[in-house]
Nanobody
Framework: QVQLVESGGGLAQPGGSLTLSCEVS????????IVWFRQDPGKERQGVAC????????RYADSVKGRFTISRDDAKNVNYLQMSGLKPEDSSVYHC?????????????????WGKGTLVNVSS
C-alpha cells in the first residue's frame, strides 16, 4: 500500500520558519520526483518545489525561490520542505506527491500518489 504522510505544519509568524516532512512507503521512487504543492479549498493546486531523485535537481515556484528548500534524507527515506521568511500568503495546506515526470514538466507535474497534507498558517 502506497502511503505519503506529511507532518510539521502549524502556526508561524510572518518572517518565521517551518520544516515540513514527508514519509513515503510502499512505492519505488526510482525514476520519480518528489513534489510539494499547496492547495486551498476550491482553488487550483500550486507546485511549490520539486526534487528529481536521480540527480538531485530542484525546481521552485518563483514565489518561494530563495525562501524554501526541498531536500531528502535517503537514510531515513524522508523528504523535507524547509520554509523560511514565511509570508501570510504562504498559508495553505501543503501536500507531498510523487512526480512521474521527474520534475521535467515543472511547474506542472504528474502525480501518481499524494498525501493528505499538513496545514500551514502564517499569521501574527
Amino acid at each position: 500500500q502506497v502511503q505519503l504522510v506529511e507532518s510539521g505544519g502549524g502556526l508561524a509568524q510572518p518572517g518565521g520558519s517551518l520544516t515540513l516532512s514527508c514519509e513515503v512507503s510502499g512505492f519505488n521512487l526510482d525514476y520519480q520526483g518528489i513534489v510539494w504543492f499547496r492547495q486551498d479549498p476550491g482553488k487550483e493546486r500550486q507546485g511549490v518545489a520539486c526534487l528529481r531523485l536521480s540527480n538531485g535537481r530542484t525546481r521552485y515556484a518563483d514565489s518561494v525561490k530563495g525562501r524554501f528548500t526541498i531536500s531528502r534524507d535517503d537514510a531515513k527515506n524522508v523528504n523535507y520542505l524547509q520554509m523560511s521568511g514565511l509570508k501570510p500568503e504562504d498559508s495553505s495546506v501543503y501536500h507531498c506527491a510523487t512526480d512521474y515526470t521527474e520534475c521535467d514538466s515543472w511547474p506542472s507535474f504528474g502525480m501518481d500518489y499524494w498525501g493528505k497534507g499538513t496545514l500551514v498558517n502564517v499569521s501574527s
